[in-house]
């Protein structure tokens, strides 16, 4: 079966400005495919190239075997799709506004509609200028869901929503690709990905630093660790633990980073009198600095 989605040296250039370098991949029918990066990585350029709303420089993207600038509306018809950037007729409510959308398509299944609404808890009454930034998020899921597409392109789609409607958004994506539909999710936020996502490509800096299986993308996670100590800190029981690196002692605190499980720092920490024990999830930003550097990046972009 040809992949859904193909991309070939995708490159668009904005001048001086960087756009996207020889992005190649391909996504499979019946897959969420994570598109994962910092902001400004490349993640949207890509996406509205691949839509046709912006032209490619060079390369070419197809979409259900359809390369996007010989005919984008054969591909709209059958996709989903939710902005970065969303922002629609500030008059309308958000009942009209789906019901616009939903026009535009030909009609959707109402019901399917009105769960979704329900389910989103999202108030269709109010004015699009009257919502808040998750409110407009949920109009934007809706918009995209509602025809019940054969492929859903979402361009941080999470963004504004409260945790509890985050989880319900996921557990319809779930259901929509048990009905067969194919899942392009961009994100910068590494468990969001982590968790919904069957193989992940990693774009840093306009190019693609790595595809592969979501238990690939795991190396890359590590938390970032501080324990603060009553007395004086015992830097040698930390130091040979699995796992620990760029351990950094000052006064009674102990800063370390720790990629894989934590057991072990828990385990070590608790022999000593612990006063605080802080662990944080470092910045993709951060997380790419630490596995690939700058100067790979840059070389490799100097070297096409």
């Known amino acids: 079966m040809p992949p859904v989605i193909t991309l070939e040296k995708l490159t668009k250039s904005y001048g001086r400005s960087r756009g996207i370098i020889d992005v190649d991949l391909e996504v499979q029918q019946g897959e969420v495919f994570g598109f994962l990066g910092p902001n400004g990585a490349g993640k949207t350029t890509t996406i509205r190239t691949m839509l046709d709303l912006i032209r490619p420089t060079s390369g070419r993207a197809t979409v259900f075997g359809i390369e996007s600038t010989v005919d984008p509306v054969a591909i709209h018809k ?89 989880q319900t958004f996921f557990t319809i994506l779930r259901e929509a690709v048990a009905d067969g539909a194919t899942v392009f ?24 630093a790595k595809i592969g299986t979501v238990e690939g993308l795991r ?44 057991t072990p720092v828990v385990r070590a920490a608790a022999q000593f009198e612990l006063l605080d024990f802080v662990s944080r999830e470092p910045s993709l930003e951060e997380t790419f600095l630490a596995q690939y550097g700058r100067e790979a ?7 096409r």
């Open 78 to 166: 059958r996709v989903g799709y939710i902005p970065g950037e969303f922002a629609l007729y500030d008059r309308l409510t958000g009942g009209q506004t789906l019901e616009y959308f939903a026009n535009l398509r030909g009609g959707v299944d109402r019901a399917y509609q009105a769960s979704l609404v329900e389910r989103l808890e999202l108030d269709p009454s109010k004015r699009f200028k009257e919502y808040s930034k998750g409110n407009k998020q949920k109009v934007g899921a809706i918009v995209a869901l509602q025809h019940k597409p054969e492929l859903l392109i979402l361009d941080e789609p999470t963004s504004g929503l409260d945790p509890l409607v985050q």
């Open 185 to 208: 999710l961009s994100s910068h936020i590494l468990s969001e990905v982590e968790k919904s996502c069957d193989r992940v490509a990693i774009i840093r800096e306009g190019q693609l």
């Open 219 to 262: 190396d890359l996670a590590h938390h970032q660790v501080e324990l603060r100590f009553a007395d004086a800190v015992p830097v040698e029981a930390f130091a040979r633990l699995p796992g620990v690196s760029d351990l950094v002692a000052e006064d009674h605190v102990l800063r370390m980073r720790v990629a894989g499980a934590i």
């Open 297 to 303: 990046v840059e070389v490799k972009a100097n070297g």
